[in-house]
Every structure is written in structure tokens, then in C-alpha cells.
């Protein structure tokens, strides 16, 4: 899922201020160091989740035949791929 760089803000604020109403959390940094720490970790998270959808769809897309997007078939393809990109990052 593409987000916007002010919705990640926006997420990594929640974050933040979730993390900081928790009694069992302590920050050894300011709020807005953690914020942009969160900030970055979504960036990347989205990043990675980006690369394996274009892998997927890649390897649909290197069938032989035509396989539409929607259909039943592309879409247990298209699981199918992006879980096997997943593993290979061991995530």
C-alpha cells in the first residue's frame, strides 16, 4: 500500500505518542528523535512491502499466457508469489 509522506507522519506520531502513554515504556531519547526513528522504520517497512508486490505481479506477469488482474486465478497466483518473496526475507 502506497502512503503519503504525511500519512506516515501522521502514523508515526500515533506511534509516538502510544509509546509514550505506556507506563512500561521509557524514552532515553526526545519524542520527536523516536518520532522520526518510527518514521523511518514505516518508510522502510513500506518500501520492502513495495519490492515484493512488484515481484509478484513481475512473476504474474512472465507467465506465459495472459492472466487478468482480478481474476480468481491471478489472485491466488499473486498470494502465492508474494508469499514465497515474504520467505525469502525470512520475514
Known amino acids: 500500500m502506497r502512503l503519503s509522506r504525511d500519512k506516515v507522519n501522521k502514523l508515526a506520531h500515533v506511534v509516538t505518542d502510544s509509546l509514550a502513554e ?3 515504556v521509557e524514552f532515553l531519547e526526545d519524542r520527536n528523535t523516536i518520532r522520526l526513528e518510527v518514521r523511518r522504520i514505516l518508510e522502510d ?5 513495495a519490492r515484493i508486490d512488484a515481484a509478484a505481479r513481475q512473476k ?3 507467465q506465459k499466457r495472459t492472466i487478468l488482474e482480478g ?12 508469499n514465497e ?3 525469502k526475507l525470512g520475514i
Open 22 to 24: 505506556m507506563n512500561q
Open 45 to 49: 517497512l513500506l518500501g520492502q512491502e
Open 60 to 62: 504474474i506477469e512472465s
Open 71 to 82: 481474476s480468481q486465478e491471478w489472485d491466488i497466483l499473486y498470494r502465492k508469489y508474494y
Open 85 to 87: 518473496e515474504v520467505k
